[in-house]
């Protein structure tokens, strides 16, 4: 008899989530392939789009609809493409693992179908290790990630967020910089109301129309563009 089977699959970041990412795709694809190889019928997709694989499988909406599937069809086995996609967290991973065999669920990792029904000691421990091993990849990317951010912001001054006025309108910011200076002529330093005024009079204003205010031109003198 054909076993049925549900397909889990997830992804932690919001930048793989949507049309034109491949991450989902990926995983379904490798999901199919091997259930299609071992003569398994996929009977319904879950799907967790931007949760963390450190997040209890218990609190995933897509998992704990599969688990409310599974209580009423009889279904008692879960692919997902890896182990990580499952749950990165190590203890996750065991903790989850361990519900799901208590529940009577066989959870098949595609790329490795024998991790978690092997229960030999050396399975056990490979388990362990190949668990330990993607929860430290992932504190690693987090903070890779932290850093460039870090890195980023001060070398720019900002990192995430809206654009600056010195990123969409440098020639702008330039001008702002002139009419900041001391006047040549008497040595006096215009108000920042008196630099948004002369900003509008040669063409710089809100989208509106209006000039803008002084708490946008201090903004402006704070930002550095290329000469």
């Known amino acids: 008899m054909t076993v049925k089977a549900l397909a889990y699959y997830r992804t932690s970041s919001a930048a793989n989530v949507g049309d034109g990412k491949d991450s989902a795709r990926r995983q379904a694809e490798a999901v199919k392939a091997y259930a299609l190889k071992a003569g398994i019928e996929i009977v319904g997709e879950f799907y967790d789009a931007a949760v963390s694989g450190a997040?209890?499988?218990d609190t995933r909406p897509g998992f704990a609809d599969m688990l409310a599937r599974i209580a009423g069809n009889g279904v008692r086995t879960i692919l997902v493409e890896s182990p990580d996609r499952?749950?990165?967290d190590l203890m996750v991973q065991l903790t989850g693992h361990d519900m799901l065999k208590r529940m009577g669920i066989v959870?098949?990792?595609?790329?490795?179908?024998?991790?978690?029904?092997?229960?030999?000691?050396?399975?056990?421990?490979?388990?362990?290790?190949?668990?330990a091993v993607a929860q430290f990849d992932k504190a690693m990317t987090v903070a890779k990630l932290r850093g460039a951010r870090s890195r980023k912001k001060a070398?720019?001054?900002k990192c995430e967020g809206r654009k600056s006025h010195g990123e969409?309108?440098?020639?702008?910011v330039?001008?702002?910089?002139?009419?900041?200076?001391?006047n040549p002529k008497n040595g006096k330093v215009r108000s920042l109301r008196q630099i948004?005024?002369?900003?509008?009079?040669?063409?710089?204003?809100?989208?509106d129309g209006a000039p803008f205010g002084p708490q946008s031109v201090a903004n402006m003198l704070k930002q550095r563009v290329a000469s």
């Open 196 to 207: 948004a005024e002369e900003l509008a009079a040669i063409g710089y204003t809100k989208p």
């Open 86 to 88: 499952f749950a990165r």
């Open 168 to 172: 969409t309108a440098p020639d702008m």
């Open 55 to 57: 997040d209890p499988i």
């Open 174 to 182: 330039r001008a702002a910089h002139r009419l900041a200076r001391k």
């Open 107 to 131: 959870l098949i990792p595609v790329s490795a179908p024998d991790h978690f029904t092997d229960d030999t000691p050396t399975a056990v421990l490979i388990r362990q290790v190949l668990g």
């Open 155 to 157: 070398a720019a001054g």
